[in-house]
Structures are given as C-alpha cells and as structure tokens.
C-alpha cells in the first residue's frame, strides 16, 4: 500500500454515512494503520448533502483529503458524487456510485445517471455504478444498507487495501447488536454480484 489512502464519501443524511466511515476507520486499525476521520457538513439536517474523510496508512496528520488526492469516492447518491469531482484524479481516483437518485426539489435540474457518469470520468481513473439501494432493499429489505453492500464491492474488486475479515471484525465493533445480522448479510451479499 502507497503511504496513505483517501476516501470521501458523500451521500444524503439517513443514508448511514457516518456508521460506513467508523466502520473504515475500525477495519484500517484492525489492520494497524494509523486512522482519522472528518465530518463535513449536512449531518444535522435528514436528507441534505453528508460528505466524511477518512485517510489511514502508516502516518496520517490530517483527515482531510486534498484537492485531487482522492483514492477512492463512494457515493451513496449518485449526484452527491458531482459534489466530490475537486477530489478526484484522472491518474488515481476511483468513483464507486450507487444508482439511487433523491429527487431535487426547487428549480434545479436533475441530471440523469449517464450525465453524472460522464462527468465523474472527467475526474476518475474509473467509475463504476453499482445499484446497491435496488439490491439491499429487494434482498434484505433495507436500502439504507447500500453503503455496507459498495463497502464489500469495494473489498472484492480490491479497489480497497483491506481485508474482508478485518471490515467483517469491523461491523461487529461498530454496528449495534440488533442490525449486526443484517449488516453482515449487506456486507457478504455484495460478494456473490
């Protein structure tokens, strides 16, 4: 693994962002990386634009990710990663977007998934579109479990430096008790795709 490696995630409040990056930051300690995380912004209002740092490798002295120095993106709203492209790289990034679109309210306009798929690869060295709500809700009844589901793609397509049984170790820690089961099922269900 390079010295460090950054993530933004971005989404909507409710979407379970902030559980997704306690559960990257464990999994990095697990592994005895060196982990910090941010908190941006949106996190008091359900439903307005999240987006969290987080960066783990030997030596890590800030958790913010600098303009183009993102290793990966995972957005769990697929216009909330235009809101990551000052992140991104042609040589480094990559983009990992779920297909769920919230509807904008007001007069702006809402871009259909190929335009913000064409506009992420402006910034990516690749993106990938991954309908993880469609498939944890029809599978296990809950889309707010996208973010576990794109967390367990992301460790199979080896696009994270992690090992499965550390974020598995991870979910246990992080998650309560009463959604360990459905979490887990979330995180190995992405295997089989």
């Known amino acids: 693994m390079q010295k460090n490696f950054n993530i933004i995630i971005t989404g909507v409040g409710g979407q379970g962002l902030i559980t997704l ?11 005895g990386h060196d982990a910090k995380t941010s908190e941006l912004h949106g996190l008091s209002q359900r439903g307005g634009s ?22 990966l993106i995972i957005s769990l709203e697929a216009q909330e990663a235009l809101n990551a ?12 977007i779920d297909k769920f679109l919230k509807p904008i309210s007001g007069n702006q306009k809402e871009l259909s998934i190929k335009e913000i798929i064409r506009e992420t690869e402006r910034f990516s060295k690749e ?9 944890t ?17 992301a460790v199979r397509k080896k696009i994270i430096p992690l090992k499965p049984d550390s974020i598995l170790k ?15 099922k979330a995180f190995d269900l992405s295997f089989g795709r």
């Open 85 to 96: 492209l000052y992140y991104g790289s042609k040589n480094r990034t990559w983009f990992l």
């Open 50 to 71: 999240v987006e969290t740092h987080i960066v783990f490798g030997k030596d890590v002295f800030s958790p913010l990710v600098k303009k183009g120095g993102a290793d």
């Open 21 to 31: 990056t306690r559960v990257l930051a464990e999994a990095a300690l697990i592994e």
């Open 137 to 153: 809700k029809k599978e296990l009844g809950n889309p707010v479990l996208a973010g576990i589901f794109l967390l367990g793609y």
């Open 127 to 135: 993106s990938l579109l991954v309908p993880a709500s469609e498939i």
């Open 170 to 184: 991870a979910i246990t820690k992080v998650i309560p008790e009463k959604y360990l089961a459905l979490n887990q």
